[in-house]
């Protein structure tokens, strides 16, 4: 779209305007992956609360560190959508836009006379990310989704733990970040067809459990043609004989897994017992998931008796993939994390330097810039309304007293 903003940063999408009109993590975090690449990202916030993740924590003098991650490179207002003078204020912004990205619940944007149909007739080439837990259509649209109920709804959280304990969700919000990152990949496809056939925008509608439910690999064809179930198997999967998280002679944890016939042979050269590589029960893959618990008991002995220093210098000299399930403390030390560039620090203008993940894939022909601290409530308010909209200061005092931003 016309670059009408004097103040843009660069990068492959600085041509590119997004409203956000998410709250916590799916929604907003999909435009953070735009603003990270120089998208114009404009943060649309409730007056006086802002984001809700603004207020979950964890905190430093008060402000919310998720916070810091996921509002950076953006720029943020006030308007109260609940108003009418704050839902023609939103068209506005429309008007000069080229994405919107929300996850309210089904049918809320359309109470308030900002659903898709009236933004776009505002607007015909917007693109518009709808995000909620199952999506616009359905038996189950009107049920509120998070995370956690998008993990238990897609058949991941049933196949994660073990077989003798309640299922156990994954230690990060995998559904809302898999969703954010699928919502930004469909914006970019609506984009494309866009500009390449006639100008026309569109609609998209994301469920919050379809991202990971798409990522259960074989669970829904073994189901359909073999009657297969996948069961909680802790830290045993039938594409790895062997594989596990073993711990090391010095009491650190390790995961090693192994599916090919000639990486398994690597692996018994390893461990100086090159029988095993003879051995019938082991010949393949196959073979060796039938025999999966007497095989992980082996290598487990092997790497108990061994100090994690001395296993990685053998595995990587036979070409072994392995790794240490690091903690935070490690990772914050660790060389390679480092040398790739994975944590950045950002200049807080009031919390000082922050350290946080960086800005990943790494685009070596045109490569991110700095990233910029998270805005606080309506920071951009006056830059926003005054300059991009041309709203005169009298319309802007008006606004501010009937607190529509």
């Avoid at 409730?46 to 979950?56: A, S």
């Avoid at 704050?86 to 000069?96: C, R």
């Avoid at 090391?248 to 995961?255: H, L, N, Q, V």
């Avoid at 490569?367 to 830059?383: F, K, L, R, V």
Wanted: glycine fraction near 10%; charged fraction near 25%.
């Amino acid at each position: 779209m016309k670059d009408d903003s004097k103040d843009r940063r660069g990068g492959p999408l600085s041509r590119v305007r997004v409203l956000d009109l998410g709250t916590m993590v799916a929604a907003p975090v999909a435009a953070t992956l735009f603003a990270d690449f120089g998208a114009d990202v404009i943060k649309v916030e409730q007056p006086g609360t802002g984001d809700t993740l603004r207020g979950v924590g964890p905190f430093y003098e008060e402000e919310c560190l998720w916070w810091q991650v996921e509002g950076r490179n953006k720029k943020s207002v006030t308007i109260d959508l609940r108003q009418p003078e704050g839902q023609a204020l939103l068209k506005k912004l429309v008007e000069k836009a080229d994405v919107v990205m929300e996850n309210f619940r089904p049918g809320t944007l359309e109470k308030w006379g900002v659903g898709y149909s009236e933004l776009s007739a505002v607007n015909p080439a917007l693109v518009m990310l709808s995000i909620s837990g199952f999506g616009q259509t359905g038996p189950n649209a009107q049920r509120g989704g998070y995370d956690r109920i998008a993990l238990a709804f897609s058949g991941v959280m049933a196949m994660t733990g073990y077989p003798d304990r309640a299922p156990v969700r994954i230690g990060t919000s995998m559904a809302d970040y898999s969703t954010a990152t699928m919502g930004a990949f469909a914006v970019m496809m609506a984009l494309y067809h866009r500009d390449l056939n006639g100008g026309i925008g569109q609609q998209i509608d994301l469920a919050l459990y379809e991202p990971v439910f798409r990522f259960t690999d074989s669970m829904v064809p073994a189901y359909d043609k073999l009657g297969r179930k996948r069961e909680r198997t802790g830290n045993v999967h039938s594409a790895a004989a062997p594989g596990s998280n073993f711990e090391t002679k010095d009491g650190r944890f390790m995961t090693l897994t192994i599916s090919g016939d000639s990486l398994f042979r690597k692996l018994c050269q390893a461990m100086e017992r090159p029988d095993m590589a003879d051995d019938s029960r082991y010949a393949t893959h196959v073979k060796r998931w039938e025999h999966i618990t007497d095989l992980n008991e082996v290598v487990a002995h092997w790497i108990r008796e061994t100090e994690f220093a001395l296993l990685s210098d053998t595995l990587t000299n036979y070409g072994i993939p392995f790794s240490l399930a690091l903690t935070i403390e490690e990772i914050m030390e660790d060389p390679h994390f480092e040398a790739r560039g994975n944590i950045e620090t950002v200049q807080h203008p009031e919390l000082g330097p922050i350290k946080m993940p960086g800005i990943v894939p790494k685009m070596l022909g045109t490569p991110a810039e700095p990233i910029q601290p998270a805005p606080s409530i309506g920071q951009d308010n006056e830059e926003i309304f005054t300059g991009l909209l041309g709203i005169d200061a009298e319309e802007y005092r008006f606004l501010r007293r009937r607190k529509v931003i």
